[in-house]
C-alpha cells in the first residue's frame, strides 16, 4: 500500500547530540514537508521541498537541516544548536502543493525526548 | 493572535449526536483542510475545500469565504470519531505553507 513512513516512532537524545529522523514516501509526490507539533499550539513548518534537490525553510528552521537527495526520502536532522528540541515530528507530502489540488498525506509521526 | 482559530477546543458528546466544529480565519486564503489526528499521532485528511460543500460518509464540511469561517459536521456521532479535528489555512501566496489551528478534542462517549 502506497504511504509515508516515519522512523524512529521514539527517540531519545542526549543533550549536544544530532539526530536524524527518516521520512520515506512510496506515493511519487513531489512535495514534502517537516512540521513540528508541540501541546497546546497548531502544528509548525520546519522545511519543505517542492522537488527533489531542492528545500526551502519553514517557519522554524532554525536549529534542523534536511536534504531532498530522492524523490522518496526527505530525512530531517535535529542538530544540537536547537534549543528546545523535545516533540512530536511529523513528516507529510502532497502531490505539488497544499492548494486546491493538495491533499495532504501524513506519516505516523516521531516522537523526540532530549534526555 | 492565531491566524486560525478553532472552536470550541474541547468537545463531548454522546453517541448518535450531531457535531459541529467551527474554524475562523483572519487572512485571504485559496484553500482549507480539515485533518483527523488519532490519539496515537498519527493524522488523516479529511477534506480540502476552496468553496461551498463536501461530504464524505457521515462528515461534512462547508466554507463561507466572504465570511472567513467553515465548519465541520458530524452526523450519528460514534466513539470511533474520537480525536482531534485540525483545521489548517492555505494563505500568503505559497502553496506550499499551512497555518494550522490549535485543533478540537472530540471525545465521543457510548
Known amino acids: 500500500d502506497g504511504g509515508i513512513t516515519q522512523s524512529p516512532k521514539y527517540l531519545f537524545r542526549k543533550e549536544g547530540q544530532n539526530v536524524t529522523l527518516s521520512c520515506e514516501q512510496n506515493?511519487?509526490?513531489?512535495?514534502m514537508y517537516w512540521y513540528r507539533q508541540d501541546p497546546g499550539q497548531g502544528l509548525r513548518l520546519i522545511y519543505y521541498?517542492?522537488?527533489?534537490?531542492?528545500?526551502q525553510k519553514g517557519d522554524i528552521a532554525e536549529g534542523y537541516s534536511v536534504s531532498r537527495e530522492k524523490k522518496e526520502s526527505f530525512p530531517l536532522t535535529v542538530t544540537s544548536a536547537q534549543k528546545n528540541p523535545t516533540a512530536f515530528y511529523l513528516c507529510?507530502?502532497?502531490?505539488?502543493?497544499?492548494?486546491?489540488?493538495?491533499?495532504?498525506?501524513f506519516g505516523e509521526g516521531s516522537r523526540l525526548t532530549v534526555l | 493572535k492565531n491566524e486560525v482559530e478553532q472552536s470550541p477546543q474541547n468537545l463531548t458528546a454522546q453517541e448518535g449526536e450531531f457535531i459541529t466544529i467551527n474554524c475562523s480565519y483572519s487572512?485571504?486564503?485559496?484553500?482549507l483542510h480539515w485533518l483527523q489526528q488519532h490519539p496515537g499521532g498519527g493524522i488523516v485528511s479529511l477534506f480540502m475545500?476552496?468553496?461551498g460543500k463536501k461530504k464524505h460518509g457521515r462528515l461534512i464540511a462547508t466554507i463561507n469565504i466572504q465570511e472567513k469561517h467553515s465548519s465541520l459536521h458530524i452526523t450519528a456521532s460514534h466513539p470511533r470519531d474520537s480525536a482531534v479535528y485540525i483545521c489548517?489555512?492555505?494563505?500568503?501566496?505559497?502553496?506550499?505553507?499551512?497555518?494550522f489551528g490549535k485543533g478540537t478534542l472530540l471525545t465521543v462517549n457510548p
Open positions: 489548517a489555512v492555505v494563505s500568503g501566496g505559497s502553496n506550499y505553507k499551512l497555518t
Open positions: 475545500l476552496s468553496s
Open positions: 506515493l511519487n509526490h513531489d512535495a
Open positions: 507529510a507530502s502532497s502531490i505539488t502543493g497544499t492548494g486546491a489540488q493538495g491533499e495532504l498525506f
Open positions: 487572512v485571504g486564503i485559496s484553500a
Open positions: 521541498s517542492q522537488i527533489v534537490n531542492d528545500f
